[in-house]
């Protein structure tokens, strides 16, 4: 089954305790993306990466950290997460960069940063 | 920069009562637009693409019609099951990646 998976679904850690959310796909896309979702905010991406090795930044990438060290996985990596990253993520991937094809999503990870 | 707002933000139905969620948009040219479908708990579930104005389509109860400025999602005589959270998403300048913009959603209630 083609599926995006994200490890773990739920988290509650401490302000400044280095924590990582993984991500794989198994559709041997190109192209992955992470989100944020807050309520009235809706989702913003934090980072995205058009094949491995090759990352950026999107609209909200203050506090994390990516890597795609293989096609398959996206790792997103909170240094020292604060209170304010509290927030529903999700992990998105697509066949390739173009921006017109739909992306999949994980069912998401909900982190609690006391 | 590009804008979705997506109204209602949250909407009650009967079952068998007819209603269109709407997507307006402020881009730079029209580029296409997606829908979405989001259930507590869930990644958003992709429903529909839509790339010229005029152009519709359709999938079980629902049909996403699309013109220069906004889209609607038109949902006739729904069922409970179709309650959700529906989200609509433009893609970026150029069709090259980076980001989709997301409007902040309609939460959808079918009551019995």
């Known amino acids: 089954e083609a599926q995006v998976t994200q490890n773990p679904r739920y988290l509650i850690t401490v302000t400044g305790k280095k924590l990582t959310v993984t991500c794989s796909q198994n559709?041997?896309?190109?192209?992955m993306s992470w989100y944020r979702q807050d309520p009235g905010l809706g989702l913003r991406q934090i980072y995205y990466?058009?094949?491995?090795?090759?990352?950026d930044k999107g609209d909200v990438p203050e506090g994390y950290k990516v890597s795609r060290k293989e096609k398959r996985n996206f790792p997103l990596i909170l240094e020292s997460p604060s209170p304010n990253q509290t927030s529903l993520y999700f992990c998105?991937?697509?066949?390739?960069?173009?921006?017109?094809?739909?992306?999949?999503f994980g069912d998401g990870t909900r982190l609690s940063i006391l | 920069e590009d804008q979705v707002t997506q109204s209602p933000e949250a909407l009650r139905l009967q079952e068998g009562e007819s209603s269109s969620l709407n997507c307006s948009y402020t881009?730079?040219?029209?580029?296409?637009l997606f829908w979405y479908r989001q259930d507590p708990g869930k990644g958003p579930e992709f429903l529909f693409t839509?790339?010229?104005a005029g152009e519709e389509k359709e999938k079980e109860r629902l049909k996403a019609t699309l013109t220069k400025k906004e889209s609607f999602l038109h949902i006739t005589a729904p069922k409970p099951e179709d309650s959700a959270t529906y989200l609509c998403?433009?893609?970026?300048?150029?069709?090259?990646?980076?980001?989709?913009?997301f409007g902040t959603g309609t939460r959808l209630q079918v009551t019995l």
């Open positions: 839509l790339y010229s």
């Open positions: 559709m041997n896309h190109e192209y």
């Open positions: 990466s058009m094949n491995v090795e090759v990352t």
């Open positions: 998403a433009v893609p970026p300048v150029g069709g090259t990646a980076s980001k989709l913009t």
């Open positions: 881009v730079s040219g029209l580029r296409g």
């Open positions: 998105a991937s697509r066949k390739t960069g173009l921006g017109n094809q739909p992306q999949h």
